[in-house]
């Protein structure tokens, strides 16, 4: 009845790591421009399930909109835009399963908003604010503060903070006095978004304004230094679209959160090499030779009795992958262990050891694609044991099997190092005196590897 439970269990964790390997990472299919008087839309399609995050880059200027998890992309290499300051737009495989769409700009950024509906998702760029009072993105295209103004211009009054909503949408009005240069800047972690005034003479607006409407928290206002000032819009973690309208002296704000698009992270990053990203994790080895070092426990009441508690097991183990396919691996692994546990005899209470020598072969199939690459294993054990006292000593062999399931963990920038966390389930019995002794446990570990080599698609 245990072996039936067992080998269920086995099929169980396997048949868990296939169906999630069917439902793996999805393709970007295409990438389709169309430009009108007005404007500049790229319909971006992906097919399967897919998350997206947008941000800006600079030396060279682009917006890079990034897809995962994407293991095949069937688009064109670039497109030529030539429109609203977008010059061309690029397509590539970033990492094993990250795809990304790039979006070279020629000078300023210009106005985009970024939507999503169903598989596609949508940017579109112009260069004017449009007529429509449409949810729109307007981004900064630097996060440095404005240039100082003319020494003669007269320093300006933040007069108030005022918001209504208008249909499903949520306008907030900012009331200023005087001329001041504005700044427009949109941050991440925690999601805000920034209008920069200067030179600013005195503040007559709250300085706190709870809003709790349309993905946006609350306005606060901030001293930067002597006379510059900002007005921070803290968003929702699912970051609400945006227009911007500006007159001389009103900043109008119109947000709308669209049920549809799925939350997206904007950052500022470095500049990085312009035409090739370097990876950050390499693809999954195909050889894995390493230590472990583990905790024992044997399923046996009589050995608690005469060892107590589990103890300390070591070992060393070489894997190998032979076949491999986007997502998953198969292979070999065979490892050889050493356990040794001194305890008294129940009766005598002489002082005994029980020394274990457990041979394995394990066949194994690891899900992979990331840092982390979980894995399940079923094989076969050949236990070597020995137990000695003072007054008698037995030893001899037999045979067992295991399942094992765990992951590896690709160091980032460390090709050849991984580290295996692993729990694994054994059953043995031998036979001594027309007794039977179970040798089987569990037995939880970590395992440090040398690793190398790619697998063969």
Same mark, same amino acid.
């Given at each position: 009845?245990?072996?039936?439970?067992?080998?269920?269990?086995?099929?169980?964790?396997?048949?868990?790591?296939?169906?999630?390997?069917?439902?793996?990472?999805?393709?970007?299919?295409?990438?389709?421009?169309?430009?009108?008087?007005?404007? !500049?839309?790229?319909?971006?399609?992906?097919?399967? @399930?897919?998350?997206?995050?947008?941000? /800006?880059?600079?030396? %060279?200027?682009? #917006?890079?909109?990034?897809?995962?998890?994407?293991?095949?992309?069937?688009?064109?290499?670039?497109?030529?835009?030539?429109?609203?300051?977008?010059? +061309?737009?690029?397509?590539?495989?970033?990492?094993?399963?990250?795809?990304?769409?790039?979006?070279? =700009? =020629? *000078?300023?950024?210009?106005?985009?908003?970024?939507? &999503?509906?169903?598989?596609?998702?949508?940017?579109?760029?112009?260069?004017?604010?449009?007529?429509?009072?449409?949810?729109?993105?307007?981004?900064?295209?630097?996060?440095?503060?404005?240039?100082?103004? %003319?020494?003669?211009?007269?320093?300006?009054?933040?007069?108030?903070?005022?918001? /209504?909503?208008?249909?499903?949408?949520?306008?907030?009005?900012?009331?200023? /006095?005087?001329?001041?240069?504005?700044?427009?800047?949109? #941050?991440?972690?925690?999601?805000? !978004?920034?209008?920069?005034?200067?030179?600013?003479?005195?503040?007559?607006? %709250?300085?706190?304004?709870?809003?709790?409407?349309?993905?946006?928290?609350?306005?606060?206002? @901030?001293?930067?230094? @002597?006379?510059?000032?900002?007005?921070?819009?803290?968003?929702?973690?699912?970051?609400?679209?945006?227009?911007?309208? &500006?007159?001389?002296?009103?900043? /109008?704000?119109?947000?709308?959160?669209? %049920?549809?698009?799925?939350?997206?992270?904007?950052?500022?990053?470095?500049? &990085?090499?312009?035409?090739?990203?370097?990876?950050? $994790?390499?693809?999954?080895?195909?050889?894995?030779?390493?230590?472990?070092?583990?905790?024992?426990?044997?399923?046996?009441?009589?050995?608690?009795?005469?060892? *107590?508690?589990?103890?300390?097991?070591? *070992?060393?183990?070489?894997?190998?992958?032979?076949?491999?396919?986007?997502?998953?691996?198969?292979?070999?692994?065979?490892?050889?262990?050493?356990?040794?546990?001194?305890?008294?005899?129940?009766?005598?209470?002489?002082?005994?050891?029980?020394?274990?020598?457990?041979?394995?072969?394990?066949?194994?199939?690891?899900?992979?694609? *990331?840092?982390?690459?979980?894995? !399940?294993?079923?094989?076969?054990?050949?236990?070597?044991?020995? @137990?000695?006292?003072?007054?008698?000593?037995?030893?001899?062999? +037999?045979?067992?099997?295991?399942?094992?399931?765990?992951?590896?963990?690709?160091?980032?920038?460390?090709? $050849?190092?991984?580290?295996?966390?692993?729990?694994?389930?054994?059953?043995?019995?031998?036979?001594?005196?027309?007794?039977?002794?179970?040798?089987?446990?569990?037995?939880?570990? #970590?395992?440090?590897?040398?690793?190398?080599?790619?697998?063969?698609?």
């Amino acid at each position: 009845m245990k072996t039936r439970t067992f080998f269920v269990l086995a099929l169980f964790l396997l048949t868990s790591v296939w169906a999630a390997a069917q439902t793996g990472p999805a393709t970007l299919k295409s990438v389709q421009l169309q430009k009108t008087d007005t404007e !500049l839309v790229a319909q971006i399609e992906c097919e399967g @399930e897919f998350t997206y995050q947008t941000f /800006e880059m600079a030396d %060279p200027s682009r #917006l890079v909109v990034e897809f995962s998890p994407i293991t095949r992309v069937l688009t064109d290499a670039a497109y030529e835009a030539a429109a609203f300051g977008v010059s +061309t737009v690029r397509t590539a495989q970033y990492q094993p399963q990250v795809a990304r769409v790039v979006f070279d =700009v =020629v *000078g300023a950024f210009p106005l985009y908003k970024i939507s &999503q509906n169903l598989n596609r998702v949508v940017v579109t760029f112009w260069q004017s604010t449009p007529a429509a009072a449409e949810p729109v993105a307007a981004q900064p295209t630097a996060a440095e503060p404005p240039a100082a103004p %003319p020494a003669s211009r007269a320093a300006a009054d933040i007069k108030g903070i005022t918001f /209504e909503k208008v249909n499903d949408q949520m306008k907030v009005r900012i009331q200023t /006095e005087g001329a001041a240069a504005l700044q427009g800047v949109r #941050l991440a972690q925690p999601s805000r !978004l920034l209008f920069i005034f200067s030179p600013v003479e005195k503040i007559s607006a %709250p300085p706190y304004v709870d809003i709790n409407r349309s993905g946006v928290k609350r306005a606060t206002i @901030e001293k930067q230094d @002597e006379r510059t000032y900002q007005v921070v819009f803290g968003l929702e973690e699912n970051q609400p679209s945006f227009t911007v309208d &500006q007159s001389p002296n009103l900043v /109008e704000v119109l947000f709308r959160q669209d %049920p549809l698009a799925k939350p997206t992270a904007v950052r500022r990053e470095t500049a &990085q090499p312009y035409a090739a990203e370097a990876l950050t $994790v390499g693809s999954f080895p195909t050889t894995h030779f390493g230590i472990l070092v583990g905790s024992y426990g044997i399923a046996s009441r009589a050995f608690n009795e005469i060892y *107590g508690n589990a103890g300390l097991i070591f *070992g060393a183990e070489l894997s190998k992958f032979f076949v491999s396919t986007e997502k998953l691996s198969f292979g070999l692994s065979a490892a050889f262990r050493y356990f040794s546990k001194d305890g008294e005899a129940s009766y005598t209470k002489d002082p005994t050891t029980l020394t274990l020598m457990p041979l394995s072969v394990t066949a194994v199939a690891a899900l992979h694609g *990331g840092a982390i690459a979980p894995f !399940l294993g079923v094989g076969l054990d050949r236990f070597g044991y020995k @137990e000695k006292s003072d007054y008698h000593e037995i030893s001899g062999g +037999t045979l067992g099997f295991h399942a094992q399931a765990g992951f590896y963990y690709l160091f980032p920038g460390i090709d $050849v190092l991984t580290a295996k966390l692993y729990v694994k389930f054994t059953q043995a019995t031998a036979t001594e005196n027309d007794q039977e002794i179970k040798l089987g446990g569990t037995e939880f570990g #970590l395992g440090i590897n040398y690793s190398f080599g790619r697998p063969k698609k």
